[in-house]
């Protein structure tokens, strides 16, 4: 009996989707380690789906790729938590599903939500997430929440209207808006220009009993939660790590220089996640501002 030979088109074809499958995991790896994604839905992604990407990543990538594990704690890790290294996430077993779960809530534990939240709701993520789309979205199509404007000693970019994007001020202004203490937060962003948020339109608003969001930096963010501990604070997620580099050079506002730089901070950025109360994807402007007026709408009841 004469072998069976597989056609060739076929062979193709199977070491194109090795190829985009190996790509695809690479991928999800680069998420794990700079914070994109938690290991808890990664995990559960493979739990749901054995077939999925999530799921034929191997044990020992998974917890390599996790942030502070080298091969010494990973091996230790694995004994601790009784799996084979050659085990893939998709085939743990139950009894191993539920010890990998305890272990990583133990390790990299998410933020649940306090109750008492406030009307002050603050959104941050890293550079290039897109946090002023959002945020511009929210302000065109809900009038009812009152966007914060920052002030910045940035010059605008192609297309920003002083008073309507940002107040551009010089460094005296933002000096005697300190003195005068006129901002509820401000930070230096990137090592270069300052942003700070004016803290009488805030006052007022919320006075008027009107929801409030303020789009601000990690650094604005905690000194907010610092000063009014009740405000409500949304992280901002880029879909991957990879998607975020894209939008980063893609807007063409930074030099390489300024992008290396950008980014070496975003991966600081994405590993605060976990201060915050909700943490939104922004894979879908409308969707993720939708998302956002959901939250401050269950913050007004």
């Known amino acids: ?25 690479a991928s999800l790896k680069r998420d794990l380690t700079t914070r994109v994604v938690a ?13 999925s990407v999530a799921g034929s990543m191997r044990i020992t990538d998974f917890l390599l790729a996790l942030p502070a594990i080298g091969v010494g ?21 139950v009894r191993q599903r539920v010890t990998l ?11 649940s939500p306090r109750s008492g939240r406030s009307r002050l709701l603050v959104l941050a993520g890293p550079t290039a997430v897109g946090k002023g789309t959002v ?8 009038p009812d929440i009152h966007l914060s404007i920052s002030a910045t000693t940035r010059p605008p970019r192609p297309g920003e209207i002083d008073g309507v994007h940002y107040f551009f001020v010089d460094d005296a202004e933002f000096d005697r808006m300190i003195a005068e203490d006129a901002l509820l937060e401000h930070a230096v962003v990137h090592n270069r220009s300052r942003y700070g948020t004016p803290r009488a339109p805030i006052d007022k608003a919320l006075s008027e009993g009107k929801t409030v969001l303020l789009e601000i930096d990690l650094q604005g963010a905690r000194q907010v939660r610092a000063a009014e501990p009740s405000a409500t604070l949304i992280f901002l997620l ?20 300024e992008r290396a730089r ?40």
Do not use: C
């Open 1 to 25: 009996m004469s072998e069976r030979r597989v056609p060739e088109v076929d062979r193709a074809a199977a070491a194109r989707r090795a190829v985009e499958r190996r790509r695809a995991r």
């Open 39 to 51: 290991p808890q839905i990664v995990a559960a992604q493979a739990f749901a789906d054995a077939e």
């Open 73 to 93: 704690k990973r091996d230790r890790i694995l004994v601790e938590l009784d799996i084979s290294p050659v085990k893939r996430l998709g085939g743990l077993g």
């Open 101 to 111: 779960r305890h272990w990583l809530d133990e390790r990299f534990p998410l933020q």
């Open 135 to 142: 945020a511009a979205h929210i302000r065109e199509n809900h």
């Open 238 to 257: 880029p879909p991957s790590w990879d998607e975020l580099v894209h939008r980063l050079v893609g807007r063409g506002t930074e030099d390489e220089e």
């Open 262 to 301: 950008r980014l070496r901070t975003a991966k600081i950025e994405l590993a605060a996640q976990s201060e915050f109360d909700y943490r939104i994807v922004n894979e879908d402007v409308a969707t993720a501002a939708r998302e956002v007026v959901e939250l401050s709408e269950a913050t007004a009841r």
